[in-house]
């Protein structure tokens, strides 16, 4: 080829133009940076060193401890032990009142004509000691008798005796005018006489008593007892059947 010819490139009209391929830069954000690995030394947690006295001093404090937690259980449950063994004696201890339970009742004056010279009330009722380890001292005993809530007499009962557990005993009395226990004049012996024509008349038994409880060799203080019996008559002036046996009240001032 000859040193003056010069060749050119072809362009063809039909083809599209490529641009020189441009040089791209590449750059790196904050957050594209690769991590660097720190070799700075860490700080190492100091490590405590403690005498031999610090030990013992702390196995001697828990020994203590535990110690003391074992006591306390064992004075725990021996509190709560004795507890129930008292609950227990003194639900089988603790006294119960007597029981007292009507009998007889009687106004024999009532079905005679001249009733009021020989008045009379005459009456027996129950006591029954229903502890089964603890006696009952009867120090004192008197009966009342009341009509319409009016008393009308009184006499001393039973001389002081001892009930023993589980036993019962029977109380008897009369009221009468003859012996000054019976309080009745004509004009309340009218009224008797009144109640009578409707086939009953209603009279109230009372009795009060001075008691102690005995368990063992222990006495217990004196404790004022009253009992209170409902009771009717009939126009035969004896208890009515729908009364008899019926239990009184009790209770204690």
Request: net charge positive.
């Amino acid at each position: 080829m000859h040193p003056s010819l010069q060749i050119l490139p072809f362009h063809s009209p039909n083809l599209p133009r490529k641009n020189p391929s441009p040089i791209h830069r590449i750059t790196m954000s904050s957050s594209d940076k690769l991590p660097i690995r720190d070799n700075r030394p860490q700080p190492q947690p100091v490590k405590h060193h403690h005498s031999a006295r610090y030990y013992a001093q702390r196995v001697r404090e828990s020994f203590t401890t535990r110690v003391t937690k074992v006591l306390c259980s064992i004075f725990l449950s021996f509190l709560l032990v004795a507890l129930i063994v008292f609950f227990i004696v003194w639900l089988s201890l603790r006294p119960h009142r007597p029981r007292f339970h009507m009998i007889d009742f009687t106004v024999p004056g009532l079905a005679q004509k001249p009733g009021l010279d020989n008045a009379v009330i005459t009456f027996n009722v129950t006591a029954r000691n229903s502890n089964q380890h603890i006696g009952i001292y009867y120090d004192s005993m008197e009966g009342f008798v009341y009509y319409k809530d009016k008393q009308i007499g009184l006499t001393p009962l039973l001389h002081p005796f001892f009930q023993e557990p589980k036993t019962t005993t029977v109380v008897y009395g009369q009221f009468g005018i003859g012996a000054a226990t019976l309080a009745v004049n004509s004009r309340r012996w009218k009224e008797f006489v009144n109640d009578r024509q409707h086939g009953i008349v209603y009279f109230r038994l009372g009795i009060m008593s001075v008691i102690r409880f005995k368990v063992s060799t222990w006495k217990s203080v004196h404790h004022k007892m009253h009992v209170n019996c409902d009771v009717a008559v009939g126009s035969d002036g004896l208890i009515l059947p729908a009364w008899k046996n019926r239990k009184c009240s009790v209770y204690f001032s």
